[in-house]
């Protein structure tokens, strides 16, 4: 890795981290000896990089730095070209356009011998599957998980029984041949998964749930390994 690679490199660690990030911890990543680290750090901050910290403590960065923040790598882009690859040929329309507009816009922001990495990206995902049509507008859907509002929907299950449920929608998931929401299901009593395509009627209703939609996911979250759970149980942390 070449030199001013390595210092970007810090920066993107420091950035990225939530805690602060030791020299040993940033060799280990950057596959050089902390004392390379200690000299790195020392020439950010010469640079008047705002690294705070100091050697055995860790480092952290300062909230007045103001690199701008598409200044990206060859490797950060490929990972955006391909979970826009993704995005855009399994996601409902709403998602596919926005990830068409991310990859033009990431093309128009970085310095153009960075563009084949767009263009001709080295990795890339396999063919979409034809979707059956969603029965609710997943666009919408994902509006109401942020307002923390309830959907009533009708439903048929896999056998083809009908049932009308109230549900706390908490997140929709994206699979190669179909999408699946999750809510808690107030007729059941527990958190439940429905495909889109058998969802029939939504009505988005204004009534909200009363939960922070992460406060709903966490518990969510919990639910599947196993335990039991309510929507009004106590809060638990869940990683």
């Known amino acids: 890795m070449r030199r001013a690679d390595r210092l970007f490199q810090i920066i ?5 981290a939530p805690r ?16 390379t680290v200690y000299r790195d750090v020392a020439d950010l901050v010469g640079q008047r990089v ?8 860790g480092y952290v960065l300062g909230e007045t730095f103001d690199m701008p923040p598409l200044m990206l790598t060859p490797d950060e882009i490929e990972a955006a070209v391909l979970g826009a690859q993704w995005v855009a040929g399994r996601g409902e329309p709403v998602l596919a356009k926005a990830a068409r507009d991310l990859i ?40 109401w ?47 439940r998964h429905f495909r889109t395509d058998r ?12 939960l922070r939609p992460a406060v709903l996911r966490a518990r969510w ?8 759970v309510g929507p009004h149980a106590p809060t638990q942390v869940v990683t």
């Open 12 to 16: 993107q660690i420091l950035r990225r």
């Open 20 to 35: 602060p990030v030791t020299a040993a911890e940033l060799a280990r990543e950057l596959e050089v000896s902390a004392r």
């Open 50 to 57: 705002p690294i705070l910290g100091e050697a055995g403590l």
């Open 104 to 143: 033009a816009k990431i093309t128009a922001v970085v310095p153009e011998r960075l563009h084949p990495f767009i263009a001709d990206p080295s990795i890339g995902t396999p063919p979409a599957f034809t979707q059956t049509a969603d029965g609710i507008d997943v666009a919408r859907t994902r509006a």
């Open 145 to 191: 998980i942020r307002e923390g509002r309830k959907i009533r929907i009708d439903y048929r299950d896999a056998r083809g029984d009908p049932s009308r449920r109230v549900i706390w929608p908490v997140i929709v998931g994206f699979f190669d041949q179909a999408r699946m929401l999750a809510g808690w299901c107030e007729l059941r009593g527990e958190f």
């Open 199 to 210: 969802i029939t009627d939504p009505d988005f209703l204004e009534e909200r749930h009363g």
């Open 221 to 228: 979250k919990r639910s599947l390994s196993g335990r039991p």
